[in-house]
């Protein structure tokens, strides 16, 4: 598959830094031809911008990116957005690579750890929306037929290997991927891997 543009949306903490070594990667290998790296306004200590007060207002950033089709690569709480996207204009979105997300699924049950507490201490300044309920889109997971890689941690104490195989059964065209030794964080921790896996999903 040709390259085309790709979005990359990061986690809660908001800095469009995280997927930069991912991105530039991806760019020298030549299967990403133009990246977006988004940052988001209020969350993890970017700056607020009084237009932005929820994941509504954030979905609509990335949509003003979507003229044409488009892969997005998304972190957490980004892979929210990147679902609801994906749901909302499925003929823009080529390819998704969801890491480490509920993907806006009900998780509650799957053990993972409460991030609240640790995300407030570490982001005393971060919009308070940020921990507001998800909607739930378990009902509408069937509905996609984009072809998802999953990436997620072994050790992920936030959203545990359960998060993503319960996603793989509801996504029609999945592939899940764990990574061993990794955390939330794997596309920092293990980066390499994940080049590798991205690059050979959006080649397929």
């Known amino acids: 598959m040709a390259p085309c543009k790709t979005l990359f949306l990061p986690g809660a903490g908001g800095s ?3 997927w930069q070594p991912v991105a530039t990667a991806l760019q020298q290998r030549g299967v990403v031809n133009d990246a977006v790296l988004f940052s988001w306004p209020g969350l993890g200590d970017e700056p607020a911008d009084s237009r932005i007060a929820g994941l509504d207002d954030l ?3 990335v949509a003003g990116h ?3 089709p488009v892969n997005i690569v998304a972190q957490s709480m ?6 609801r996207l994906a749901l909302a204009m499925p003929d823009l979105v080529n390819r998704l690579v969801l890491t480490v997300t509920s993907g806006g699924v009900l998780v509650a049950d799957l053990g993972g750890e409460d991030w609240r507490p640790e995300y407030f201490a570490a982001f005393p300044q971060a919009a308070r929306w940020i921990a507001d309920p998800v909607e739930d889109l378990s009902d509408r997971m069937a509905e996609l037929s984009i072809p998802t890689l999953l990436l997620w941690g072994e050790q992920d104490r936030i959203s545990p290997p359960a998060v993503g195989q319960r996603l793989q059964r509801m996504l029609v065209d999945s592939t899940l991927h764990v990574l061993p030794d990794a955390g939330h ?4 921790t293990h980066s390499s891997q994940v080049v590798a896996l991205i690059a050979e999903h959006f080649s397929l």
């Open 16 to 18: 469009a830094s995280f």
């Open 59 to 61: 979905m609509a950033l």
């Open 66 to 68: 979507m003229q044409q």
């Open 78 to 83: 980004g892979g929210v957005i990147a679902v």
């Open 185 to 188: 964080d794997l596309a920092v």
